[in-house]
């Protein structure tokens, strides 16, 4: 495990620990608030998350099979019937 990994999950663990203590004590000092709070957010956070989720129509859909742009300096074949055009589409 790299020293990068290693700092990164010590962070992390870190920073949950100093959370929930931080939690804990105002939950002992204001329990009604901490409840409240929590209930609040709780509640926004499924809301917006289910309007993300509504909204994720083909537009937010990505193309599985999605392919680079084409330039449009098209280098056709020796073939005379095929022509640039545009787009870069050869007709």
């Not at 937010?60 to 787009?87: F, H, K, L």
């Amino acid at each position: 495990m790299s020293v990068k990994t290693k700092l990164a999950r010590q962070a992390v663990r870190t920073t949950a620990k100093h959370t929930a203590q931080g939690a804990a004590s105002k939950f002992a000092r204001k329990p009604f608030r901490t409840i409240t709070l929590l209930a609040i957010g709780a509640a926004l956070g499924g809301l917006v998350g289910w309007l993300v989720g509504r909204s994720g129509g083909e537009a937010a859909t990505i193309d599985p099979v999605a392919q680079a742009p084409v330039s449009p300096n098209v280098s056709t074949t020796d073939n005379s019937t095929e022509q640039a055009s545009g787009t870069g589409a050869v007709s």
